[in-house]
C-alpha cells in the first residue's frame, strides 16, 4: 500500500507568507480567480517573464491554493505533466509556458496530448502586443505576431484575449472546450500588459458551473435498434475497444454489452485498458506474440463495432487486404471532429457501413439501457503471481522485468502510467480501467517520465490505492529524467523502472530493415544509435533528482533486489527509479509490426 499523502500534508510546500489580497485587482487576478472556480487544481509550469503577472495572481491573490503552482524543468515536461493528469482524471490541468520560445519547448507535449484525445489547458503569454510597451530587445523577441500558429493545427481552440473579461470568458471556453469529447489541449495567450493592468472595477460574479456543463451527444431510438438488429444477426461479432474512459461504471457497461452480444474484444496497447484481459471474451491485441490469433479472430468477424478505434482503416486492411472487409462495420466515436488537413494523426479514412456519432461510454450506456451492470465472467487475474526462472547468465528482458515486478507486487494494485515500445500486451494483465493508461499519443519521445509524474500525482489526490508503475525506455528517460525532480519535490510516490539497452534499438531495427533491402552490411546498423563509450549512469541521473534509485541491475538477483527494495520505497513515498541492462533485441513479432516487415 503506497503511503498517505494528503494534501493537507503539501500545505507545507511552497506555502506564500503574509496577508493574500482580498480582492481582484487586475487583470491576472481575474485569470487566477477563473481558473479556481473552473476546477482547476494545478498549474505546472516553468518560470517565464512573460506571465509574471499570472504567477503573482496564483501565489499573492490565490495564496497558491486551488490552483497550486508545480514547479518543472522544463515546459514540455509541465505539459507532459497535465497530460498524464488528464489520463487518470478526464480532466485538464493547466500548464503555463513561457511567451513564444516556452511554446516552442512545450509543442511536442501539445502534439501527444491532441493525438491522445487528453484535455490540456495550455497557457501562453506575450511581451506586450502594444510595441510602446515592449522593454527593449527582450520583449521584442518573445512577441509575436500570431503566437498561437504554432500549435493552431493541433489544438481544439486558441484565443488572444486582450482584457479581464475577454480572458475569464477564454479560460471557461477552453476548459469546457477541452474536456467535451473528443477531448484535447486549448491554448490561450495572456497579454503581459492585460495581465498587470489595473481593473477599474470587479467584474460581475458569474456560475463557472454554468459555462462548464457537459455536451450530451445523442443517439436516438432508432438507431440503437438498429444497431441490435445487426447484433442479433452476428454469429461472430467482435468489438474493437479503443479510446475509452478510465470510468469504472463505463468498464462494466462495457463488459455487460460485450457479453450481452456474445462478441469477442480486441483492444490496442496505443491506448488505455478498456476491457478486462482475463474475460473470456478478450481475443487480445494485434500487436506482438500473440498478434496473429488475435487477426484471425477479426478475419472471421461477420460484425465489427469500433469504439473511437484508432486507426480503423488500417487495422481493417490488416486483417481484410485493401479491398476491406465484406462484413457490417459500424464506427462509433466523435473523433471526426478533430480531423483536419495539417496533421494526419486521423489516419487513412475507413469504411464503416454506419456511424454512431456519439461517445462511445454514451453509446454503451444507450445499448444496455437498464441492463445489469455487474455479475461478468472476468477471472481475477491477480490472485496469483508469476512464478520466476534463472535467466542462466542471459541478458534481462522486458519481459523478465514484467514479469519480476508482476511477482514481486504480490498482488498489489497497480497502475501501468507507461511501457516501452519493447512491451507485450500478454506480459501484465488488466482488469481495471486504471491497470493501464496507454502510451504517450503522439510518438514523441521523452513523454514517459512527465507523464508517470501527472498520472501519479491524480492518483494520489483521489486516494487510489494504486502503485504508479513507469516502464521507461532509456532514450525515453534520457529525455524526460527531470520530470522527476518536480515529483520528488511536491512528494508524488512513483516506481519507475528504466530498460536500458543502451542503444535507440527502435532505429536499429530500421537500419536493419534498409540494408536488407538495398543488400547492404547489417552488421552497421549500431553507428549513431548506441548509447556507450562511455555509458550513461541513469541511476545516478535518477539520484540527481533526488529519487532513490537501485541498479543497474544486470542479473535476476539483483532486478529482484532492486525491485523488492524500489517498491518499498515507494510504499515509503518516495519516488523509485531502477535501472536495469537489458537485451538490445526485440521479438521477431514486434520487428515485423514496427517495420511493415511480413517476412525474413
Known sequence: MVASTTVTQLDDIERPSGAAAEKAQFGSDVVAQTLRDAGIDYVALNPGASFRGLHDSLVNFLGNRSPQILLCLHEESAVGLAHGYAKVTGRPMAAAVHSNVGLMHATMAVFNAWCDRMPVLVLGA?????????????????????????????????????????????????????????????????????????????????????????????????????????????????????????????????????EAMGAKVITDLKVAAAFPTSHDAYAGDLRGRNGAATLEVLKAADLVIALDWVDLNGTLTAAFGPAGPECTVIRVGLDHHSHNGWSMDHQAHPPADLVVSTDPDRFTALMIGSAKLCGTNAKPARACTPELSAQDGKQLTVEAIARTLLHFLGGRQSCLTHVTLSWDGSYWPFDH?????????????????????????????????????????????????????????????????????????????????????????????????????????????????GCAAFGPATTQAELESAITQAIAAVEEGRVAVVEVITDASYPATLVNALTGTTKG
Open 126 to 258: 506575450t511581451g506586450p502586443v502594444d510595441a510602446s510597451k515592449r522593454r527593449p530587445w527582450i520583449d521584442w523577441i518573445h512577441t509575436a505576431a500570431d503566437q498561437g500558429a504554432l500549435v493552431r493545427n493541433y489544438v481544439k481552440w486558441d484565443n488572444q484575449p486582450a482584457s479581464a473579461a475577454a480572458a475569464r470568458e477564454a479560460v471557461l471556453r477552453g476548459v469546457w472546450l477541452s474536456q467535451n469529447a473528443p477531448m484535447g489541449p486549448v491554448y490561450i495567450n495572456l497579454d503581459a500588459e492585460m495581465q498587470e493592468s489595473g481593473i477599474d472595477a470587479e467584474l460581475p460574479s458569474v456560475d463557472a458551473s454554468r459555462y462548464l456543463s457537459t455536451a450530451r451527444s445523442g443517439v436516438d431510438q432508432e438507431t440503437v435498434s438498429e444497431v441490435w438488429a445487426l447484433i442479433r444477426k452476428a454469429r461472430r461479432p467482435v468489438v474493437l475497444a479503443g479510446r475509452v474512459s478510465r470510468d469504472e461504471v463505463s468498464w462494466h457497461r462495457r463488459v455487460a454489452l460485450v
Open 433 to 545: 480501467p486504471l491497470d493501464y493508461l496507454g502510451s504517450d499519443g503522439g510518438g514523441g519521445l521523452g513523454a514517459g517520465p512527465a507523464h508517470a509524474v501527472g498520472a501519479a500525482l491524480a492518483l494520489r489526490d483521489m486516494g487510489a490505492d494504486r502503485l504508479p508503475v513507469a516502464i521507461c525506455g532509456d532514450g525515453d528517460f534520457l529525455m524526460g529524467v527531470t520530470a522527476l525532480w518536480t515529483a520528488v519535490h511536491y512528494k508524488i510516490p512513483l516506481l519507475m523502472i528504466v530498460a536500458n539497452n543502451r542503444s535507440f534499438f527502435n532505429d536499429e531495427v530500421h537500419q536493419e530493415k534498409v540494408a536488407r533491402m538495398r543488400g547492404r552490411d547489417v552488421s552497421n546498423k549500431w553507428i549513431g544509435m548506441r548509447m556507450d563509450d562511455p555509458e550513461i549512469a541513469l541511476a545516478d541521473m535518477a539520484r540527481a533528482q
